[in-house]
């Protein structure tokens, strides 16, 4: 069945950069038609940040953007988190999310996703 593996998570200070990754396995990566990073902090919903398409179209969370990019590799099947000029606000569990549809509607809804990962933890301090 279809898996997908994050890592890269930490512990990284006020300024500074991680990249996060997200490896597809056990299914067609050429399947999934959008894919989507979302974070999740102790009391708050799970936001979407960053979404992907199979056509390399992105989109970000106001929170985001112009700090974060994602990328993705589709000869390693993998799906990437730049993040860039954290700030403390930034942490939280990351997980990546995928979806055999295209974007339909607003791409940062988690409801859009039915395969998601496990998450990776990001302090941001």
């Known amino acids: 069945h279809v898996q997908l593996v994050e890592s890269g998570g930490g512990s990284e200070q006020a300024g500074g950069s991680l990249r996060l990754a997200c490896k597809h396995s056990?299914?067609?990566?050429?399947?999934?038609?959008?894919m989507a990073w979302f974070r999740q902090t102790p009391g708050k919903a799970r936001e979407g940040i960053a979404s992907?398409?199979?056509?390399?179209?992105?989109m970000y969370a106001e929170s985001v953007k112009g700090r974060f990019i994602s990328s993705k590799d589709n000869a390693k099947s993998t799906l990437y988190l730049q993040m860039d000029s954290l700030k403390t606000e930034d942490s939280g569990v990351y997980y990546c999310a995928a979806s055999p549809e295209r974007w339909v509607g607003d791409p940062l809804r988690s409801a859009q996703y039915d395969i998601w990962g496990q998450g990776t933890q990001v302090t941001v301090s």
């Open positions: 992907i398409d199979s056509l390399g179209r992105t």
């Open positions: 056990g299914g067609s990566w050429s399947g999934v038609l959008s």
